[in-house]
Structure formats: C-alpha cells, structure tokens
C-alpha cells in the first residue's frame, strides 16, 4: 500500500525540501513547489491526496489557491499554513473549504497526524 | 541579560516647555490686565479732579472779583462825588470867597457834613501860591508851582494826585479843579482826601482819627476775602494804601506790571520775591490808581493742594493695590497654564511613546510571522538531520549533512538579521541628534514592511535624486515618521499598488521625503483634519493619533509635513527636514 501523496507548497525552498525528505522518510509521497501558481499546476497534473498550503506567499497567494483547487479539485484535501499574523486568513481559508490548518513552526508529529486524517478525508477507501 | 525599558521622554526634554515663553505670557497678561484696570482708575480719577479743580478755582475767583468791581465802583463813587462837590463848589463860590480862607474853612464844614472824607481846602493862584487854606495845617502861602496835581489840574482841568508826603508830611492825595478867571489870572481848588479814608474803602479797617472813624462807620466798607490782600497802587506800582504783602504805603508792590483793564480781570502772577500769585484787578475810572486784590496760590490752593494729596494717596494705593492683585492674579493664572501644559505635554508624549509602543507591537507581529519560516527551516532541516541519523542504521553522506547544517545556520542568521533590525526601532525611543543619511533610513524603515510588500505584491520604488547630503536630526522620531506614512500608505493601496518614495535636497538648507501611492486617496473636505489628533479614516482601525503624532514630531524636529490627494488616484506626503534643527544644540 502506497502511502498519501502530499504536496508542500510554501515560498520557502529550504522548508519545502525538507519536509518533502522528512515525509517521504515517513512513508508519504511528497513532492514540493515554490509558488501558488506551480502548485495549481502540479494539481491538476497528478492525483494528490492534501495539499499543504502557505497562506502568504508572493504572486499567487494561498486563499486565491485554495478556492481553485476547492473548485476543480473538490477532492484534494488542503491544509492550510501560516505564521501567526496570518492566522485570520487561515481561518478565512477554513471556510474557504481547507480541512485544517497549521501555525508555523510545526512538529513533524503535528503534521503527519493532521495529514493522514486529511489523507483519510480525501482517500477514506484506500486508507480506512 | 535584563534589557532595560526605554525611558518616556518627559515634557521638559525637547524645550516645549520653556520659562521666557511663560515669562512673556505672564508679562502680557499682566500689562494687559493691569492696563484695563487702572487706565479707567486713572481717567476718572484726573477728571474728576481737574473738574473739581475747576470748581475750586471758580470759588477762589469769584470772591476776589466780586471784592474788586465792588471796590472799584465804592472808589470810583468816592472820587467823582468829591470832584462834582468841587466843581460845583469852584463854580458857584464867588472868587473873593474863594481866596478867604475863613470863607472857606465854612465851605470846608459844610462838605465834611455833606461828604466827609476830605481833610482841608485850599485855593491856589496861577503863580502856584496857596492864596486861601482851611484846614488843620499852616499851608497857606505854600507854593505848588512845581506840584504834579498843580500843573495836570491846569492842563487837564481835573487832576487826582498820587498819594504824596508834601509839606504837611503825611500821606495823603489831592484833588484838584481849574478854573480860568481871564486875563491870566487863573485859580486852583484843591482837597486833600485822607488815605486812611481811602484806604478804608479798600480794606475794612477803622481809621485812626476820631473824626475819620466817624466818617467811615457812615461807610459801607467792603470784606476782603479772609485769604486776600487787597490795596491800590498807582501806574509805577506805588502802593497808595498800606499792603498786608508789600508793607506800607508808598513802599514798592513787587508786582510785575499788570495789563490795563477797566473791568475787573483775574491773572496769575509771581512777584519779585518769587511768589506765585492770584491776583484780581481792575483801574479805578477817573484816577491812576488800579485796585489790586491778591491771595498766595499757596494759601488760597491749600483746600486744594490738600485734595490733591489726598487724590495722589489714594491713586497710589489703589494703583499698587490693583498692581499686587494683578500680579498674582497674573502668576496664578499663568502657572495653572504652564502646569496644564505640562500635564498636555506628558500626554502628548505619553501618546508618542503609546504610538511607538503600538508600531513596535506592529512590526512584532510581522516580525513573529517573517521569523516563523527561518526557524521553520531550522526546525525541520534539524528534524531532517535526526531523522537521517536515527531512521536508517547508516550514517547519512557528509556533504548531505553539511547541506543540512549550512541551512540551519543560514537560517538563524536570517533570524538574527530581523531581530536586529526590530532592535534597532525599539532603540532609539530617547531623543538624540546624530547625523542619518535618510535614503538609508527609508530603506531599513521598508524592511520591516518587505515581506507585507511581497506577500501583497506591492511595488515599492526608490527615488534618490542627486546627491543627498547627511540631516543632523533625531533617528528613532524619523523611524516613527516614515515608518507611520508608509503604513498609511500600504494601509490605502490595493493588493499590487505601487508606493513611491522620493529624496531630494530643497534649496540649501532642507531635504525633501515625498512617499507617494496610487491608493483609494483622501477625500478633499478631510484633508484639512487629517492631522487632528483622534481623526481617522481608517473606520474601527485606526486610533487617529498617527498622523497627529508626525505631524508633531516633525515641527519637533523643525520641518514641515505636507499632503495633497486625489481620490481614487493617490496621495502624497511630503516631509520637509532642516539639515541641521536649529534646536538640536540644546535639545539634550
């Protein structure tokens, strides 16, 4: 069984390289992008389980992201994350449809329970 | 390490409350107040005295011009009464009559019962030999040739003498009638007038011979005024009666010369002894006497001399009294103000510090979230690193992990750079002057808003134009200045606007900040209120003291802030600063 694919999406290169190493050690298949734009893309390329999402990011930013993917990609579960200041756009985001949402820095722990319930959300077949 | 709270800058620090200005207004108050209270004392005070005066001296004159027409007509009646007698005694006396002496002595009796006032008659030839006398001296065969009254009578036909010694030695005066008789043969008939008579009339006072007293009981004598002196002198200032002032008779009056006047006339004058006097004076018709009735000014203004210092005291006292109360009136009321300001002055920078505060808290805020991703790094570039090292039993590549660790370090570096930064705001709350090249300062001011900028897409751009020489100003004002502007400034710009910052030396002595958006704009009707403190337009967002608070930092700073707005197109502030703040010496 293949475990949830996630995609990282933060303008924070190191950050999503990390993460992307750290999950995919974890038994996830990660992939990351740089910007709003590159993640609509990657999207509606493969088949994504969650999407995890900074809030602020330059260009594109993740409330406009996130209404995109709820619309073409009702299936894609979306995590939302952001620093503490923009902790009233994550909450904008949750009603945009994002499953959760994550207050920088993050546990690993953190994340990956939140992501195998998002992970369980979109897949409840493959994972139940 | 414990970080020591930057101190409030207290009301006193920047010179807004300075004494000379206190003084000044004290000073102000203080003559404005003491003028409209006593100009009014004063005015009615030298009115009031002047029309008192005037009264005064009414009253002084009155008495004294009463005292000379009455004298004038009581002499004048005397005089031309004695003259008729004489004329008609020359014309219906027959003139052998007229050169008998005992014929004579009866005429004389008859006129002493009629008249009085006449001591004796004599009749005088045209060879000037007094060929008839009657009277109590041996004056018969006298010779008058050389006599003034002797040769005026035979000029003039009348003449009154002036009071005159001659043979009989004794004060006394003539008057004389002329007659022609025709083939040269002429006759003079003349009486003597005692003076104590005359003087009588003047001066109420009994005569010294029986028989004059007699005479003068008959006579209304006239009341000098009990502050007066009144006599007669004639055209040389001879005195013809005796003088309280200038002694006996014939002696000198000392008075200057007085202006003729047939009606009695008022003047004051200072006499040869340097005595100022009032004098009241008028020529008795028919002779050359002029009656004189004079009064010291000191004596007869001692009622007034005495008001007068009266009025002085009390001006005085009132004057230092109305002062005193002004004064501490003035000191009171001025102390209350410059303790009121001083307590407005504390809120205001209690304000100053509370926006600074606030900004602070701002820029944490934003500094919380920039920080939060180079610790995310740190944070999961470290998990990575355990992760390699505890989940696989191999050591993970050494490049792998020097990747990892330069990550790491790169990342608490950029930590270290926004701390700093922030620090460096916080820092500067007390006021210092030290020069700032502001091109730098916009730039280290924008730092803390490039991530919003990012995020927002906000195009911000730089205008140094020229060479922009350094200002000898306050640094952390200007960081609060700028950093309140540019926040109006992203506040009213739209994701993707565009935000201009502008630095250009104007004329020699300023530089020029024009920070310019292409945001919503501000209505014309509330520009003029922008800078009020409490206003906003920022509606449940804004304290409204931003604005007002730059505004008052930058006059503190000694330079101007202007604005000028379109709406829907943008607005522009521009912040004029002195190379050097003139106050900035004495500012420490």
Redesign the interface.
Known sequence: MTGPRVLIVDD?A??VS??V??LN?RGFRAAGVTTGAEALTRVAAADFDVVLLDV????L?GLEVIKTIRTEHPEVQVILLT????ARDAEAGTQLGAFDYLM?????TDLVRVLHAAANQSRPEETG | MVAEAPRPPSAEDDGLISGGRYRRMALAAFLAVSTVALVPLLLVTGVSYRQYRSAFESDLSNPMLRFAAAAQQSLGSFLSERLSALGMIMRDTPIEDLKNSAALERVLQTMEQSFGGIVDLGVIDETGIQVAYAGPFALEGRDYAEHKFFQQARVAGVSVSDVFMGYRNLPHLVLAIHKDLGGHHELVLRATVDTDVFHFLVRARTSRRPEQAAFCRRCHSLVVPPFADAFIINQDGVLQTPSRFYGDILGRSRLPPLPHSSEPALTEVVDARGQPLVVAYTQIQGSPFTLVVLSPRDATHAGLMSVRHDVIIFVVVSCLLIVTVVAAGTTYVVRRVHDADLKRAALYHKMEYTNKLAAIGRLGAGVAHEINNPLSIITQKGGLLKDLLTMSDELPPKTKMIDLTDSVLKSAERCGVITHRLLGFARHMDVQQESIDLDALLHEVFGFLEKEASYRNLRITFDCIGEVPHIVSDRGQLQQVFLNIINNAFAAVDDGGHIEIGIRQEETTDVAVSITDNGIGIPESQIPHIFDPFFTTKKGAGTGLGLSITYGIVQKLGGRIGVTSTVGKGTRFTVTLPLTHPAAGSSE
């Open positions: 924070e190191e950050l990390a993460l190493e750290r050690l602020k990011m330059p260009g930013g620093g503490h200041g923009s920088k820095p993050i546990t690993i």
